[in-house]
């Protein structure tokens, strides 16, 4: 552990002590009810959403949230979109450009924003605004956020939640077969969502169904490319290793909700605890040789969907996602290679590219 002094951050490296914080219930997301405070009036429609949120909830509206959600979200619903993800894969690479091109805007984005719209139910016309939302919204976990990121993100979280009211609204009236319609179906113990629980639901489903994604496709491709011969190893494999060595989240804190010993450390009540998954993933202690992107590795949980509660409801979509199209995008491409420099996003807490430039 150690002290971010810059954020005033308490931060927790190692493996063991991620995992065990993630699993342990005397943690959580929710921010204590002495330290929270009223949010800026500019501020209200992002805040009104995120008070809907799973991923800043605990039990019990945690456990009655996901439970609603997992009831739509199935395995089996998963599973039925490989046909899909295989289909727009081969035509996202038909329609490449002849010279050199940026993976992540012609690739990398339209995969995961495309997959995840259809299978809400939401037009594929809206993807772009989908995309211009959710990178507004986002950035207000930006530590050093300026008040001209917190008007874009309340604008967004304002449009984004117009149209989803309406479209729920147009859904209800006339069910289909998506997930909106599923989850305004869903029921358990005689409860539903409600309107603003099923707008925060399909944006976090949204957000989180392509953000990371998006970064997680950038940071394989470039691993794979500097690496050849990586995808001769099974792609489960491979797509693992990818997530381990350089996931697309540096990040996820906690708050303390009692003093808890970790690790011979004492952490104080109130205490938020930043988990620097990468690091983690990166721990000796953990993995044989971190440094190196090993598709051959020892089987082992790496903590990039996180661990415990708030295990990443999205992970089994990106898996498969990674799993279907990188095959497609290497096969269809053999010659693939890195033109340029790649150039990171400056984005705090997630960890991807905005520039890969390849070339056949």
Not at 144 to 162: N, P
Not at 255 to 279: F, H, R
Not at 295 to 318: D, E, M, T, V, Y
Request: charged share 20%; with cysteine; glycine share 6%.
């Amino acid at each position: 552990m150690f002290h971010w002094a810059e954020y005033g951050k308490t931060c927790v490296t190692s493996y063991a002590a991620v995992n065990a914080i993630l699993r342990d219930r005397r943690f959580g997301r929710e921010v204590p009810w002495d330290q929270q405070t009223p949010p800026a009036p500019h501020t209200a429609p992002f805040y009104a959403v995120d008070a809907h949120s799973m991923l800043e909830l605990e039990p019990p509206r945690h456990t009655r949230l996901r439970g609603l959600v997992m009831r739509a979200f199935t395995s089996r619903r998963i599973a039925a979109l490989t046909p899909e993800i295989a289909q727009l894969s081969h035509d996202l690479v038909d329609a490449l450009p002849d010279g050199p091109f940026n993976l992540l805007t012609h690739f990398g984005q339209r995969l995961p924003v495309t997959i995840i719209a259809r299978l809400l139910g939401v037009p594929e016309s809206m993807s772009d605004d989908l995309l211009r939302w959710s990178n507004a919204m986002v950035k207000m976990y930006i530590a050093t956020r300026s008040r001209e990121m917190e008007d874009a993100a309340a604008d967004a979280a304002r449009d984004f939640s117009d149209f989803l009211r309406g479209y729920i609204e147009q859904r209800r009236n006339q069910p289909a077969d998506d997930l909106i319609t599923h989850l305004i179906a869903a029921e358990e113990a005689g409860e539903k969502l409600s309107t603003e629980e099923l707008i925060s639901t399909c944006i976090l489903l949204l957000n989180a169904g392509h953000e990371a994604t998006v970064h997680t496709i950038g940071n394989g491709v470039k691993a794979l490319l500097d690496h050849p011969g990586a995808m001769a190893a099974p792609i489960d494999a491979v797509v693992e290793e990818i997530m381990r060595f350089d996931p697309p989240l540096h990040m996820f804190s906690r708050y303390a909700y009692d003093d808890v010993d970790v690790m011979g450390q004492i952490i104080l009540k109130g205490t938020e605890v930043s988990l620097l998954l990468a690091a983690a993933n990166h721990d000796p202690r953990a993995f044989d040789r971190p440094e190196m992107f090993n598709p051959q590795r020892a089987p082992k949980p790496n903590l990039s969907f996180g661990a415990g509660l708030h295990f990443c409801i999205g992970a089994p979509l990106a898996r498969l996602e990674l799993q279907v199209a990188l095959p497609i995008l290497f096969d269809r491409l053999p010659g693939l290679h890195i033109v340029d420099r790649p150039v990171f996003a400056d984005t705090y807490h997630f960890h991807g590219l905005e520039r890969l430039m390849v070339a056949r």
